[in-house]
């Protein structure tokens, strides 16, 4: 029997994983704007603490009730650390040195790290040649993009590039803990109590390492700031799981690979970047290897050539 996931998506679940990838993408635009008048642990900071009481009203409109087990706000505090506050930050602080569209490609790269961390942690989800070959790949157009030049000229950016690197994986890590610790809880509230667990988890550390936030910023800043929270976490986290209950978790990894259109689109547009030739190649083999990660491509291709 065939597991391979379905190709296909309904027209509705299309327009949403697509306004997904958009408002995803629109963090990094975000972040890029924010980062004029905000230092990147007070952004992350930021992107939690205003998602808080949006999402807060979603969870109480749908009547979903607070957990009340101690266990269960201690596992919304690690997952809030893996999914939040640890790659939020090595995001923006990145984000200091590289453009965004570039920061999109090298975290489009999640998908086939987490499957490779689930395949090692997991006993369910075994790691497979094709998870093997897909991270392969990933790791080899980042080094396109890094370039042999790092080997013998290490640079900011590159320590930059690294650092969205390690946001990837502890995105991986974050669904291995998500999985095993959360498992059973609502999933709107596991999203709402990760971002009270990052919220937490970042107010001590922002006043120790930025100082008390600065609410004297522009009107640029806060608008990206608040869109930063309202559009690309709360709405997100909204649409992310309506999407996995519509379409299923194998057709919503598809956003991994939208993204990074969408991010390189509104930086080209509005901030003036530039992608080198480098990068394009690079997201593509890095798209490459999340094709043979997912399987689904192959699996239709082979199912043509046969018939």
């Known amino acids: 029997m065939d597991k391979t996931p379905a190709l296909t998506l309904d027209l509705k679940s299309t327009i949403m994983l697509l306004l997904l990838a958009t408002v ?52 919304y505090l690690v997952m809030g650390a893996l999914n939040n506050a640890i ?30 961390v689930a395949g090692l942690l997991l006993p369910d989800e075994p790691l497979t040649a094709k998870k093997i070959i897909g991270a392969a790949l990933g790791i080899a157009g980042v080094a396109f993009i890094m370039g042999s030049s790092a ?3 290490f640079n900011p950016s590159n320590l930059a590039q ?67 929270a309202v559009l690309s976490t709360a709405l997100a986290y909204f649409l992310y799981f309506a999407i996995l209950v519509r379409a299923g978790a194998a057709n ?5 690979l939208l993204i990074p259109p969408f991010a390189i689109g509104l930086g080209v547009l509005f901030l003036g970047e530039q992608m080198e030739r480098e990068a394009w190649i690079g997201f593509a083999v890095i798209a490459l290897g999340f094709a043979v990660t997912d399987g689904r491509l192959f699996s239709f291709l082979s199912r043509k050539a046969s018939t």
């Open 87 to 116: 790659p939020f930050s090595l995001i923006f602080w990145g984000q200091t040195q590289i453009e965004s569209g570039l920061a999109s490609i090298l975290n489009g790269t999640t998908a086939m790290f987490a499957a490779v």
């Open 151 to 153: 080997l013998t000229d």
């Open 252 to 256: 919503l990894l598809l956003v991994t």
């Open 24 to 75: 995803w993408g629109g963090s990094f635009f975000f972040g890029e704007i924010a980062l004029r008048e905000v230092p990147p642990l007070t952004i992350t900071l930021h992107r939690v603490i205003w998602a808080v009481p949006f999402l807060a009203l979603i969870v109480l409109f749908k009547g979903i009730a607070f957990p009340r087990s101690l266990p269960v706000w201690g596992a």
């Open 162 to 228: 690294i650092a969205i690197l390690g946001a990837t994986l502890s995105y991986a890590f974050a669904g291995v803990w998500g999985k095993t610790a959360l498992a059973g809880q609502p999933p709107l509230m596991n999203a709402l109590g990760m971002l009270i667990g990052s919220t937490v988890l970042m107010i001590p550390i922002v006043l120790v390492f930025d100082g008390p936030p600065s609410l004297s910023l522009s009107a640029g800043v806060w608008g990206a700031l608040i869109g930063m």
